[in-house]
């Protein structure tokens, strides 16, 4: 079953504004991580935090993560049309096997 | 460059033929390595944990003998979908992990079952 949610589902934003998408889960994590996908391709790697980390950054990105609230969010700052893709987190529920668990992601659509 | 191959990239098959998928790691030997799919405008829903030189650790409502894997070697990992049905077309994604507990992704296989 999938990890969560995440919101909004669809976000669509012009160049340059920014763009926040939000990520709730439902068990205990060492880690939260971010990824990206663009359409019909396999995933890429954004930015993972640690559950004793409360905010990361990574150039545009910055995340951060309330493990009280079971919840993360992925802000883009100065979005590009190049953003334009689907934002997925995913958690490990506390393995360190390796396995992640995807939350449904958001689609995001920068308009030039 | 890329650090995960999938072959083929995409195949359509008639219903009731079994289709094998290849996941390779390019660059790093990985005794485990990942099984996804990815329904159209879904999430990834992991599968299977791919073991080298043992059995598959499948997830709940996953059924094995309809998705076998198998991991011969350290750089290859393969899942066949058996007697497929149009149901099983879907998206699918296998990866290996990389720096700390990050996944390096294939680029995915669309099945398509007729």
């Known amino acids: 079953s999938q990890q969560g949610e995440e919101d909004p589902q669809a976000l669509s934003i012009q160049e340059g504004e920014n763009a926040t998408m939000n990520c709730s889960y439902k068990?205990?994590?060492?880690?939260l991580q971010w990824y990206r996908q663009n359409s019909g391709r396999g995933l890429v790697h954004l930015i993972l935090?640690?559950?004793?980390?409360r905010e990361k950054h990574s150039g545009r990105l910055r995340v951060t993560l309330d493990t009280s609230k079971k919840s993360s969010s992925l802000l883009i700052t100065a979005s590009r049309a190049a953003d334009t893709a689907s934002y997925f987190c995913?958690?490990?529920?506390?393995?360190?096997?390796?396995?992640?668990?995807f939350g449904r992601g958001t689609q995001l659509t920068v308009w030039p | 460059g890329a650090v995960v191959s999938q072959h083929p990239s995409w195949v359509i098959c008639k219903s009731g033929t079994s289709v094998k998928i290849e996941c390779r790691s390019l660059?790093?030997?990985?005794?485990?390595m990942f099984w996804y799919r990815q329904f159209p405008k879904q999430s990834l829903m992991l599968m299977a944990t791919?073991?080298?030189?043992?059995?598959?650790?499948?997830e709940q409502g996953v059924e094995k003998d309809k998705f076998l894997i198998n991991h011969a070697s350290l750089t290859l990992s393969t899942l066949t979908v058996t007697s497929a049905h149009p149901e099983d077309s879907s998206f699918y994604i296998c990866?290996?992990?990389?720096?700390?507990?990050?996944?390096?992704f294939g680029p995915g296989t669309r099945l398509l079952v007729l």
């Open positions: 995913a958690t490990d529920r506390g393995s360190t096997l390796g396995r992640l668990y």
């Open positions: 068990t205990s994590i060492n880690n």
């Open positions: 935090i640690r559950s004793n980390e």
């Open positions: 660059d790093f030997q990985a005794t485990t």
């Open positions: 791919s073991n080298e030189g043992s059995k598959a650790t499948y």
């Open positions: 990866s290996r992990g990389g720096l700390e507990e990050t996944q390096y």
